[in-house]
C-alpha cells in the first residue's frame, strides 16, 4: 500500500511519528518541488520497523566520497581513483573504501551515519515537496545501526522552527494540557544538547498548560521552543485540559503546586549543579494521577507494519494519556462504588450495534445522496466524480475532496445504526471519491487520466488486454523506464535491467528502454565475469540505438552509456564523441562532464609519464 501527499508545513514530522508509532517498514520517498528549469531533489530512506537503515539521495554532495572528502580524510586524487575502480568493478563505495584501507571501519560507520542523518534531515527546511510511503519487509544488513528517528525530529524541529511559528503551534492548543511521554526520558540527552537545562523537559513531571510553563519559565518564547520541539518529536502531548489542572493555571507562580529549588530536578528524581546563569532552577511538582477507571480499559493496540528485526530498540512508544482527574482532596466525598451490570444490562465489549441510535434526518439525506452518487460513479471520470472541471488547480481539487470527505468519510456514520446496503454505498462512495484525489493529485497518474478521456471522446477503445490504444501500459512503461534510469544511477543495475524488460514488452522499439536494458544487462554480467565480446555487443546495441536518434536526440543517458562501453573497450576517442554528445542534449549531465575530465585526466598523467611525473626506465 502507498501512502502519499504534500509536504505542507510541518508535514514531514506527522509523517515520521506515523512511522515510529506505529513501527512500519518501507520505503520512504521525499521530493523537492524544483521550478521547471530545475532538477528537483530527491532523498529516500529505507525504513525497518520504525528505524532507517539505508538512505539514498540524487544529490552528489549527499554521498559518501563527497563526505570523505570534505573531512580530509582523501584527496581529489583519492577520489577520482576510488569512483574510477568502484564504476569499473561495480563495488559499493563504503566497501572499496575500505578495501583500500583509507579509513578505518569505525571511523567510517560514523561517517556514514552522518551522511544519513544529513539525507533526513535537509527535507525539514523544504517550503514545498511531495512525499510517498509504500509499506513492505525491508530487512537490515546484519550489525548495521538504524537511526532513531526521534533524535532526528528533535534536531530538525530545533533547527528550522522560529520563534513565531513555535507561538503559532502552541496557539492551536491553548485549551489543552501538555503531558509528557516516555520519550522525554529516554532522548533527554538530545534535547538538551539544544536547549540546556534548566528546560521545559525537565520541569514537566505531569499535565501542566502551556500558560503555567511561560510564566515559570520566565521566557515566553523560548518555552514555546521547546514545547513544540517536544509536541513534533513526540516527548510531549497534547490532551484535553482536565479542569482542575486548567484551575491551577490561574493561581500564582507560588502557589503550592509549583516549587522553586535551586537545581532542576530531572525525572529521575536526582539533583542537578546550578544553572549557569545563577539563577534559581524551577521545577513544577504535582501530585501524580490517580489510576485511570476500570472502565477505561487497556490502551488500543499500535499497529505495526510487517515483522522485521530492529537494529536496536528505545522503549516502546507510550500510548496517549488518559485524561483522569487529580486525586481528590482528603475529607473529600469519596468516589460512588461501582455496581456490577445487572441482568438486563449488556456487559462491557458485548455487541454495542443495538444500542445505536437510528440515523437522523441529515444523516439520511447523505446516505440517499450516496446512493445516487453510486448509481452514477460507473462511466464517470475523476473530475466528475469529485465534481470540479478537467482544468481545476491542485488547490481546488483538495478543496474539492475536503468538502465531499466531510459528507462520505465513513467515520459520519459509524455512531448510527446502519443497514448493510446503506452502509456499503457510503464505503464504496469514499473511496471513489479518495481514488479520484490521489489520481488527480499526482501530476503523472493525471495525465494519463487525460489521456484517456481524450481517447474516449475520439471514440477509440481504452482497454488494458491490449485491444485498441493502451494508453495505461504506454504510460506504466514511461513510469518503469524513468524509475529504471534512476536505479541505474544509483548503481542497481539488476533491479534497473527488469525495470527496462518489463517496459519493451509494452513498447518494444524504445530508444531509452533499449539503451538502458543493454547497458544494465552489461554492467550485471560484469559481476559475474562477462568477456570483452559482450562489452563489444553491448557497444553495438547502444551505437545503433544512438544512431537512430538523429543528430537532435533527446535524452543523454543512450549517450553516456555508449562512451562508458567504449572506454571500457579502451577506444577514447569514440568515447569522447559519445561523452560530449551527452553535454550537447544536456549541459547539466555531471556523469558525462566527470567522465570526461577523467578522460583528459588520464591522458594527462599518460603523457607526463605517470602519477608523479617520472617516466619508466626502459
Avoid at 567510517?108 to 510511503?133: C, H, M, N
Avoid at 501530585?287 to 477505561?296: F, T, V
Wanted: aromatic letters at 4%; proline letters at 8%.
Amino acid at each position: 500500500m502507498a501512502i502519499r501527499g504534500r509536504l505542507e508545513h510541518l508535514k514531514l514530522f506527522m509523517v515520521f511519528r506515523s512511522i515510529i508509532e506505529r513501527r512500519m517498514s518501507g520505503v520512504l520517498t521525499l521530493q523537492s518541488v524544483a521550478a521547471a528549469d530545475a532538477t528537483p531533489i530527491i532523498k529516500r530512506a529505507e525504513i525497518a520497523h520504525g528505524y532507517p537503515v539505508r538512505t539514498a539521495s540524487n544529490q552528489r554532495r549527499d554521498g559518501l566520497v563527497h563526505a570523505l572528502v570534505d573531512e580530509g580524510l582523501i584527496s581529489s586524487t583519492e577520489e577520482v581513483d576510488l569512483r574510477n575502480r568502484a564504476t569499473e568493478t561495480q563495488t559499493p563505495i563504503d566497501v572499496m573504501v575500505l578495501q583500500m584501507g583509507l579509513v578505518a571501519p569505525r571511523r567510517l560507520t560514523s561517517l556514514q551515519e552522518r551522511v544519513a542523518r544529513q539525507i533526513l534531515l535537509e527535507p525539514f527546511s523544504w517550503t514545498d515537496g511531495l512525499y510517498q510511503f509504500e509499506e513492505g519487509v525491508v530487512r537490515p544488513n546484519p550489525g548495521a545501526q538504524g537511526i532513531d528517528l526521534v533524535d532526528v525530529l528533535v534536531e530538525a524541529a530545533a533547527r528550522t522552527l522560529t520563534a513565531d511559528a513555535a507561538l503559532q503551534f502552541v496557539a492551536r492548543y491553548a485549551h489543552q494540557t501538555l503531558w509528557p511521554t516516555e520519550l522525554a526520558a529516554h532522548h533527554a540527552l538530545r534535547f538538551d544538547t539544544f536547549f540546556p537545562a534548566p528546560n521545559t523537559r525537565s520541569m514537566l513531571e505531569a499535565a501542566t498548560p502551556f500558560e503555567l510553563i511561560a510564566r515559570v519559565r520566565g521566557d515566553r518564547l523560548q518555552a514555546a521552543r521547546e514545547v513544540a520541539v517536544m509536541v513534533l518529536a513526540g516527548m510531549a502531548r497534547y490532551q484535553a485540559e482536565n479542569p482542575a489542572i486548567a484551575a491551577a493555571a490561574q493561581a500564582p507562580a507560588t502557589s503550592g503546586g509549583i516549587r522553586r529549588a535551586t537545581a532542576p530536578a530531572n525525572l529521575a528524581g536526582r539533583d542537578a549543579a546550578p544553572s549557569a546563569e545563577g539563577r534559581p532552577a524551577v521545577t513544577i511538582m504535582r501530585s501524580k494521577p490517580s489510576a485511570p477507571p476500570e472502565s477505561a480499559g487497556p490502551p488500543p493496540p499500535l499497529r505495526r507494519g510487517p515483522e522485521v528485526t530492529p537494529p536496536r530498540r528505545t522503549a516502546d512508544v507510550a500510548p496517549p494519556p488518559v485524561a483522569v482527574p487529580l486525586t481528590p482532596a482528603a475529607g473529600g466525598p469519596p468516589p460512588p462504588p461501582r455496581r456490577a451490570p445487572g441482568p438486563g444490562t449488556p456487559a462491557s465489549g458485548m455487541d454495542k450495534s443495538a444500542a445505536k441510535p437510528p440515523p437522523d434526518e441529515r444523516t439520511m439525506s447523505r446516505i440517499r445522496t450516496a446512493r445516487e452518487r453510486l448509481a452514477r460513479l460507473d462511466g464517470q471520470s475523476h473530475y466528475e466524480v469529485l465534481g470540479v472541471t478537467s482544468s481545476a488547480s491542485p488547490d481546488g481539487i483538495r478543496n474539492a475532496f475536503r468538502a465531499l470527505a466531510r459528507d462520505f468519510h465513513p467515520d459520519q456514520f459509524v455512531r448510527f445504526a446502519l443497514e448493510p446496503a446503506d452502509a456499503a454505498a457510503v464505503q464504496r462512495v469514499f473511496m471513489a471519491i479518495n481514488r479520484a484525489q490521489e489520481t488527480l493529485a499526482d501530476p503523472a497518474a493525471r495525465q494519463e487520466h487525460d489521456a484517456e478521456i481524450a481517447l474516449r471522446a475520439t471514440g477509440q477503445h481504452v482497454s488494458s488486454d491490449g485491444a485498441g490504444a493502451d494508453v495505461s501500459r504506454v504510460f506504466r512503461a514511461e513510469k518503469l523506464i524513468k524509475e529504471g534510469l534512476n536505479l541505474v544511477r544509483n548503481g542497481s543495475n539488476e533491479v534497473a535491467k527488469e525495470r527496462f524488460d518489463e517496459a519493451l514488452s509494452a513498447v518494444p522499439d524504445d530508444p531509452l528502454a533499449r539503451a538502458g536494458a543493454t547497458y544494465a544487462g552489461l554492467m550485471v554480467a560484469l559481476v559475474g565475469g562477462a568477456s570483452r565480446t559482450a562489452m563489444a555487443r553491448a557497444a553495438e546495441v547502444l551505437t545503433d540505438v544512438t544512431e537512430g536518434m538523429g543528430s537532435e536526440g533527446g535524452r543523454e543517458e543512450p549517450f553516456l552509456y555508449l562512451g562508458r562501453v567504449l572506454r571500457m573497450l579502451d577506444q577514447p576517442e569514440r568515447a569522447s564523441a559519445a561523452f560530449f554528445r551527452a553535454l550537447k542534449i544536456n549541459p547539466h549531465c555531471t556523469e558525462a562532464a566527470s567522465e570526461l575530465r577523467n578522460m583528459q585526466r588520464k591522458q594527462h598523467e599518460e603523457k607526463k609519464g605517470g602519477l608523479f611525473g617520472l617516466r619508466k626506465k626502459g
